[in-house]
């Protein structure tokens, strides 16, 4: 079986426009995903989904063995665990087992403490956060067959995935897109692990469906509540697969209703999307294969157009004294939000507000040659030089689809030109191996020695031979650092 490639094309001029009852002589999406997802067995997914999502799992795990050695994130879940409860399911890099819904609100957090968990660009969401968090912590309590996890992470890829890029555009109206889809995912990847039956696992997707949301105000006031967004996620779609176990009820038509998660999310924009193609789109659990890992430590928006610019910028050699400016070209639709703020620079006041800050963000690259968990400090916040040629960008917008480019104008007239065109879900993302391990020794410096990167490296690869999930934690955690 090979993935089907559609997955964009939820946006129609052809579709039901969003503003009263639609879709109401088909199968309501949520009743027709949770059929398939309840069919759904590990030997139905292709070898590169597979492989996929075990290269998601690594990347996940370098990411946490980074973020869980940070002041901050340790303040952040310190609560939790003292709290405690029934010990079911790890809280990576603490020693620690919560109750699995809290297990999965502190790894979720953990995952997005320091923008370098990866994205999706279908719906220009950050996945892992709320679709590793749920899917590990319970199949560690489970204690499922790692087959069992792949096939739950390639669900919640899928389920959130395909929402999103059905939402594309969400920042623009105000929310995060992540928390916005994320229970549903979570939801349905705890329901399989939890192995609830045909409609229990219906109405837990369909609970997760309704139940997210978290606004993007702290893009504007540059604050932190958006990690808190995803953990919340996180935690959610666990409790509302343990909701449905005891008889909790979905909406059937929690997508496309009156009051749906498409209808209610989308009406006033005058967007449509078209209903019958969404339905359609989970018939390969492809999710995994549209994941896009962060090598920067910044906004999703923002890093692909540094990736583009590494390359030329190491060969080009120039010195950053040699730069008059930079011209940002958004073939993305990143919206006016990022165009006003590119045009009107304010300085950042804060860590998370330099890695949202798109000028903030390519001046400190063009002035260490990376933009890496270690060039975002309270310190580069004050430096004049990096602020200064921050204030020095023009923006141009270009028809969808086009190329985006990162122009970076030197001094003497001449302009090095970085071009790309980045998928949004027309195809899969590509698998960018050498980089993903590099991103792996670099983050798990702190934490794992070679030999502890070398068994890692095999536990992982290995995954779809293990019967015990809970084994496999231990065994992974047992080569960490305190």
Same mark, same amino acid.
């Given at each position: 079986?090979?993935?089907?490639?559609?997955?964009?094309?939820?946006?129609?001029?052809?579709?039901?426009?969003?503003?009263?009852?639609? =879709?109401?002589?088909?199968?309501? @999406?949520?009743?027709?995903?949770?059929?398939?997802?309840?069919?759904?067995?590990?030997? /139905?997914?292709?070898?590169?989904?597979?492989?996929?999502?075990?290269?998601?799992?690594?990347?996940? @795990?370098?990411?946490?063995?980074?973020?869980?050695?940070?002041?901050?994130?340790?303040?952040?879940?310190?609560?939790?665990?003292?709290?405690?409860?029934?010990?079911?399911?790890?809280?990576?890099?603490?020693?620690?087992?919560?109750?699995?819904?809290?297990?999965?609100?502190?790894?979720? %957090? #953990?995952?997005?403490?320091? !923008?370098?968990? /990866?994205?999706?660009?279908?719906?220009? %969401?950050?996945?892992?956060?709320?679709?590793?968090?749920?899917?590990?912590?319970?199949?560690?309590?489970?204690?499922?067959?790692?087959? /069992?996890?792949?096939?739950? #992470?390639?669900?919640?890829?899928?389920?959130?995935?395909?929402?999103?890029?059905?939402?594309?555009?969400?920042?623009?109206?105000?929310?995060?897109?992540?928390?916005?889809?994320?229970?549903?995912?979570?939801?349905?990847?705890?329901?399989?692990?939890?192995?609830?039956?045909?409609?229990?696992?219906?109405?837990?997707?369909?609970?997760?469906?309704?139940?997210?949301?978290?606004?993007?105000?702290?893009?504007?006031?540059?604050?932190?509540?958006?990690?808190?967004?995803?953990?919340?996620?996180?935690?959610?779609?666990?409790?509302?697969?343990?909701?449905?176990?005891?008889?909790?009820?979905?909406?059937?038509?929690?997508? !496309?209703?009156?009051?749906?998660?498409?209808?209610? %999310?989308?009406?006033?924009?005058?967007?449509?999307?078209?209903?019958?193609?969404?339905?359609?789109?989970?018939?390969? =659990?492809?999710?995994?294969? %549209?994941?896009?890992?962060?090598?920067?430590?910044?906004?999703?928006? @923002?890093?692909? =157009?540094?990736?583009?610019?590494?390359?030329?910028?190491?060969?080009?050699?120039?010195?950053?004294?040699?730069?008059?400016?930079?011209?940002?070209?958004?073939?993305?639709?990143?919206?006016?939000?990022?165009?006003?703020?590119?045009?009107? =620079?304010?300085?950042?006041?804060?860590v998370t507000g330099a890695q949202l800050n798109f000028n903030y963000t390519v001046s400190l690259f063009l002035h260490r040659g990376s933009?890496?968990?270690?060039?975002?400090?309270?310190?580069?916040?004050?430096?004049?030089?990096?602020?200064?040629?921050?204030?020095?960008?023009?923006?141009?917008?270009?028809?969808?689809?086009?190329?985006?480019?990162?122009?970076?104008?030197?001094?003497?007239?001449?302009?090095?030109?970085?071009?790309?065109?980045?998928?949004?879900?027309?195809?899969?993302?590509?698998?960018?191996?050498?980089?993903?391990m590099e991103k792996f020794e670099r983050l798990t410096a702190k934490r794992l020695n070679d030999a502890g990167r070398k068994k890692t490296?095999?536990?992982?690869?290995?995954?779809?031979?293990?019967?015990?999930?809970?084994?496999?934690?231990? /065994?992974?955690?047992?080569?960490?650092?305190?």
């Amino acid at each position: 079986m090979q993935p089907t490639m559609h997955r964009r094309g939820f946006l129609s001029a052809g579709a039901a426009l969003l503003s009263g009852p639609v =879709f109401a002589a088909e199968e309501p @999406i949520a009743v027709h995903w949770a059929a398939l997802i309840h069919r759904a067995r590990f030997d /139905d997914l292709p070898a590169e989904v597979v492989e996929r999502a075990k290269l998601c799992l690594l990347d996940n @795990i370098a990411v946490l063995a980074y973020t869980t050695t940070l002041a901050a994130s340790k303040e952040a879940v310190a609560r939790t665990l003292s709290i405690g409860g029934p010990a079911e399911a790890s809280v990576w890099g603490f020693a620690k087992k919560l109750p699995v819904e809290q297990a999965a609100y502190c790894m979720g %957090y #953990l995952i997005h403490g320091h !923008e370098i968990d /990866d994205s999706d660009f279908r719906g220009a %969401y950050r996945p892992s956060c709320v679709c590793v968090a749920p899917a590990l912590a319970m199949a560690e309590h489970t204690r499922a067959s790692g087959r /069992d996890l792949i096939l739950a #992470l390639a669900i919640a890829y899928s389920v959130n995935g395909v929402l999103a890029g059905a939402l594309n555009g969400l920042q623009g109206l105000g929310w995060m897109p992540s928390s916005v889809v994320g229970a549903a995912g979570g939801a349905a990847a705890a329901a399989k692990l939890m192995r609830l039956d045909a409609g229990q696992l219906q109405h837990a997707l369909a609970l997760g469906m309704v139940s997210g949301g978290g606004l993007f105000q702290y893009y504007y006031d540059q604050t932190e509540e958006k990690k808190l967004h995803v953990a919340a996620s996180a935690r959610t779609g666990i409790e509302l697969a343990y909701r449905a176990r005891h008889g909790w009820k979905g909406p059937g038509r929690a997508v !496309e209703g009156n009051a749906g998660l498409v209808t209610a %999310y989308l009406r006033g924009s005058g967007r449509k999307v078209d209903l019958a193609r969404l339905r359609d789109a989970m018939q390969v =659990f492809d999710g995994p294969l %549209y994941i896009y890992p962060k090598f920067t430590a910044c906004s999703a928006g @923002i890093g692909p =157009f540094l990736d583009a610019l590494d390359p030329l910028w190491k060969r080009e050699k120039v010195a950053v004294s040699d730069v008059a400016g930079f011209t940002v070209v958004d073939g993305q639709l990143l919206g006016g939000n990022f165009r006003e703020k590119i045009l009107h =620079f304010e300085p950042p006041a804060t860590v998370t507000g330099a890695q949202l800050n798109f000028n903030y963000t390519v001046s400190l690259f063009l002035h260490r040659g990376s933009a890496s968990v270690y060039d975002f400090t309270e310190a580069a916040l004050r430096d004049a030089s990096v602020l200064a040629l921050a204030r020095n960008a023009r923006f141009e917008e270009v028809p969808a689809g086009s190329e985006s480019t990162l122009k970076i104008h030197l001094k003497n007239g001449r302009t090095i030109t970085a071009p790309f065109r980045r998928s949004r879900g027309e195809k899969p993302e590509p698998e960018l191996r050498e980089m993903r391990m590099e991103k792996f020794e670099r983050l798990t410096a702190k934490r794992l020695n070679d030999a502890g990167r070398k068994k890692t490296l095999e536990l992982v690869n290995g995954v779809d031979r293990v019967k015990d999930t809970a084994e496999w934690v231990k /065994d992974v955690l047992r080569l960490w650092k305190a």
